[in-house]
């Protein structure tokens, strides 16, 4: 069915183009992207995602640095691990998998990966440099949506975007880059009131509030662009923050779950990856962040 996006025929022409671009980048320059994922402890979850970022990188023509810390690992030795990988010249990406074990202060430790070397684009720079749609590494997720939407030439100017969820992994990001668009962005979370009249007036909804079949058919106004970012393991498989069924009747557009945005992270991922390389080896991106740094601590 035309109406449903396909994340996952999208994620993989985004690989293949990443990789024909890790390609050239290496035949122009000698180097190949490296991607370091560091995972805590042993939650399997986490394990599953980390594998197959790894794998991914490698099959796209990149450098894996992979470090694995026990669940015991306390902050010093999490922080001298990102440290170590923040000087390390064939590391061009950083990723600490989230959420890490209780104990640890994952906010203070994803502040210690550099804003160049921040392909999660987590840290309170890189969402800076967002908010000011300044040049900077996304996060991962929302990136794939916008991508999703483009890919599907959904008009994004002027546009009545909601999101629902406001976390700073996806709602707030998402929100950023549809503003960045020219869309009109309402920012729903679980205070708003009446959100099913909201969602009635949006072109398009993103919905990221991590609450299973939250998005009701007839929230869904005819003819709109429906974006499912939410996952949740169920007796009867994966589904999403959407009634998938029931809105698909009335949206243009929607995203499966499985198969939607979730095969468009890992994708954007090797993206992002790429991008720092270039930025590293062009040499400009860090001189910028520094100036970036040193005028904020002069401030
Ligand atoms: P989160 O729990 O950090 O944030 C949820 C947000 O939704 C909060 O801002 C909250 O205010 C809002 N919210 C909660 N209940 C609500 C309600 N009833 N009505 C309106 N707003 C409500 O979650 P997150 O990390 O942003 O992730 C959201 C969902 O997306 C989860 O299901 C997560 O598994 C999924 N996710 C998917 C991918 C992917 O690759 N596809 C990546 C990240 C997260």
């Known amino acids: ?12 022409q985004v690989r293949e183009r990443t990789a024909a671009e890790v390609a050239e980048f290496t035949a122009r320059t000698g180097r190949r992207p490296g991607l370091a994922t560091v ?37 010093d030795e999490v922080a001298e691990v990102l440290t170590e990988l923040a000087a390390d010249p064939e590391v061009s990406g950083i990723l600490l998998q989230l959420p890490l074990p209780a104990g640890l202060d994952a906010g203070a430790l994803v502040q210690l ?44 100017e002027g546009a ?21 668009r020219n869309a009109t962005v309402t920012i729903c979370h679980s205070r708003t ?18 609450r299973a079949g939250l998005v009701q058919g007839d929230w869904v106004k005819e003819g709109a662009v429906v974006v499912d970012v939410g996952i949740h393991r169920t007796d009867a498989g994966l589904v999403g923050d959407v009634d998938t069924a029931a809105a698909a009747e009335r949206a243009a557009l929607i995203t499966p779950v499985p198969g939607g945005v979730g095969p468009m992270t890992i994708a954007m991922l090797l993206h992002n ?4 390389a270039r930025a590293q080896f ?18």
């Open 1 to 12: 069915d035309g109406k449903f996006m396909d994340g996952k025929a999208l994620a993989k």
């Open 39 to 75: 995972l805590v402890g042993d939650d399997p979850a986490s394990a599953v995602y980390v594998a197959s970022k790894r794998k991914q990188c490698v099959a796209a023509g990149m450098t894996d640095h992979h470090r694995l810390l026990p669940a015991t690992a306390s902050q």
């Open 113 to 156: 990966i550099p804003a160049a070397k921040d392909v999660d684009g987590l840290t309170t720079l890189s969402a800076g440099l967002l908010a000011q749609g300044r040049p900077g590494l996304r996060p991962c997720t929302p990136s794939g949506v916008i991508e999703l939407l483009d890919a599907h030439d959904v008009p994004l």
């Open 160 to 180: 009545n975007a909601v999101v629902i969820g406001r976390s700073e992994l996806v709602g707030k990001p998402v929100a950023q880059l549809l503003l960045q």
């Open 193 to 210: 009131r009446d959100l099913a009249e909201v969602c009635r007036r949006a072109d398009v909804v993103v919905a990221a509030a991590g």
């Open 273 to 276: 990856t790429l991008v720092a």
């Open 282 to 299: 062009d040499a400009q991106f860090d001189a910028q962040f520094d100036a970036q740094f040193d005028a904020g601590a002069d401030a």
